[in-house]
């Protein structure tokens, strides 16, 4: 059964259908998801069977769930419906009841995954306030607490694994408190799983996988100095006189500040600064206090001077080419805050306490940067922008764009899809939107369809130059149409941070090459605009396609004809046709 469309447009939120497979009553949570989603970028369509049918749902070919054309099913799963036989000491029996506990999760999953292609979200379990040795419930074999801890580790484990979401209830419940999170009085009244307090919680937290599945995660962290990476005033109290040493409970603060902003560094985030202060001034405890975490190279953007905050957070998304909606900006001064917040509404603006000493926990609280998977790719992203600051450099010391180019010593690689790369691919088409022709979305399993898929040309394309390795940095699908000897362009985009570098002439003359070798007479290609797209608008025009039709919401078809198309090829070197597979083509 296809999805209905929706009744009217929610753009700029981006749509999304989820199930709820559930064994405890959900009529609580569901209205929370879908406005909550809304304040995640996210138009969520609900899918929630009737009460306690997961089995059925999950395992029968025709269920609303394996029917509705999902996105994603979330298994919200109580411990409390689950099987374990209490062993108390019992090693054997224990690993068994965990084994087991386990085995029906993945039956629940393969189910769905025999007869849909959602991604499956697993949420894990809240450890029970109820024990019966104290401290020695979590290691003593066979305690419901052991139990329950061992089967949260094999599903870490599985879902690492099988390349599917694990939602950490058991995290949010611990932040909570134990004891709050659950209600006997209303599991008993009811099924409801946990206190009615904690649904909004519950609900943004889902949310934020959502939303990181869709690629609305932040991607830029930019600090305030004064009083936020150190406290008091470089300018006034001199580099002496700052607080960042350690013993000192305000100067831990800031250090914990600076360790945090670190660990985000490591794992993509890019960092940048905005500080009302004389440039010269504003490096000097990056250069010489002995104290500091944070140093100048962690900074892939530094802007110290007297502009207003939010002149200067868009010239840093200018510099970095990514837009206001990657942006976290995090200042002591509410004032600053303010300001940000009226001018630059798609910056988010943490609203921090007083006491720095919970500036970091309310930063990671909010949840900017929910991440769903970690790739390569992610790992090196800072080091990538901070190499793009290189190239800007030696782009304005170069005569012209062709000696700049000249100059990078790129080389450009084309691969088929394959498992290796499959993580981020989908990360990509789900993350770009601005060099993005289509924005379609694809899941993980639909990608895998698109591998195997004999008739699909479908490419990654990966960049390096002489100040490092840019990773994968595009993707093409490219589909034969119903019309003998005509192939479309599915998918096409691009990361925004190797525009004007004339990647997209290098990939079309790839694909002609290919749709030459098969007996492709035509490339046909679709843009739909959509409101972070425009600077796609005439990618194909650009290239030398003609127009063939234009609809009243803008969208616009395209063609090329192979054989007189002659696009322009940068100077780049060339690795090509790596394991490739023969393409078929169905005739018409």
Partial sequence: ???????????????????????????????????????????????????????????THDSIINNS????????????????????GELETSTATISAAIAYL?????????????????????????????????????????????????????????????????????????SNWHAPDLWNMAKIPFSCDFVPLYADHVARILAALRGKSRKVLILDLDNTVWGGIIG?????????????????????????????????????????????????PFETHPEMLLRLHH???????????????????????LSL?????????????????????????????EDPAYYVRTLSAAGYFEAVTLTDEDLTRASAYADNAKRASLKHSAGDMDEYLEALDMTITFMPFDASGRTRIVQLINKSNQYNLTTRRYTEPQIADITEDPEVLAMQIRLADRFGDNGMISV???????????????TWLMSCRVLGRKVEHMVLAELLQHANAVGIDT??????????????????????????????????????????????????????????????????
């Fill in 476 to 490: 093409l699908i490219c589909r034969p149409e119903a019309q003998k000897n005509i192939w479309n362009i599915d």
């Fill in 325 to 353: 909606d990657s942006i976290v900006f995090m200042d002591d001064n509410p004032v600053e805050r303010d300001l940000v917040r009226q001018f630059l509404p798609q910056v988010a603006v943490p609203e921090l306490p």
């Fill in 106 to 178: 993945k039956t629940l999953r393969d189910g769905i995954k025999a007869h849909s292609k959602a991604v499956c979200i697993f949420q894990n379990f809240a450890m029970p306030v109820e024990s019966l040795f104290g401290s020695l419930d979590r290691h003593l074999p066979g305690t419901l607490r052991n139990l329950i801890d061992g089967i949260n580790r094999e599903l870490a484990a599985f879902v690492n694994e099988s390349g599917d979401i694990l939602f950490d209830v058991s995290g949010v419940a611990e932040c909570v408190g134990l």
């Fill in 1 to 59: 059964m296809e999805k209905k469309a929706p009744s009217s447009n929610l753009a700029p939120l981006t749509p999304f259908s989820l199930g709820l497979l559930s064994n405890s009553t959900t009529e609580l949570i569901t209205p929370a998801l879908i406005a909550t989603a809304a304040r995640h970028g996210i138009a969520l369509d609900l899918i929630v069977p009737p009460y306690d049918q997961v089995a059925q749902q999950a395992l």
């Fill in 236 to 284: 006034d109290d001199g580099v002496e006189g700052i607080q960042i040493a350690q013993g000192d409970a305000r100067g831990e603060a800031h250090l914990a500040v600076q360790r945090f902003a670190l660990g985000l560094r490591q794992r993509g985030i890019i960092l940048a600064v905005s500080s009302k202060n004389t440039d010269e001034t504003a490096r000097i």
């Fill in 69 to 88: 054309n999902l996105d994603a099913v979330l298994l919200a799963i109580d411990f409390r419906s689950l099987p374990l036989q209490l062993s108390v």
């Fill in 523 to 588: 490339v046909t290609g679709t843009y739909r605009p959509t409101a972070k797209n425009k600077m796609v608008s005439d990618h194909y025009a650009r290239l030398g396609f003609s127009k063939v039709d234009e609809a009243q919401d803008g969208t616009s078809y395209w063609k090329l004809l192979v054989n007189e198309a002659n696009p322009q090829r940068p100077p780049m070197k060339l690795i090509s046709h790596i394991a490739f597979k023969t393409l078929e083509r169905t005739p018409a």
């Fill in 299 to 321: 900074f892939t953007v530094f802007q110290a001077n007297w502009n207003d905050k939010a002149t200067n957070i868009k010239a840093i998304a200018e510099e970095l080419s």
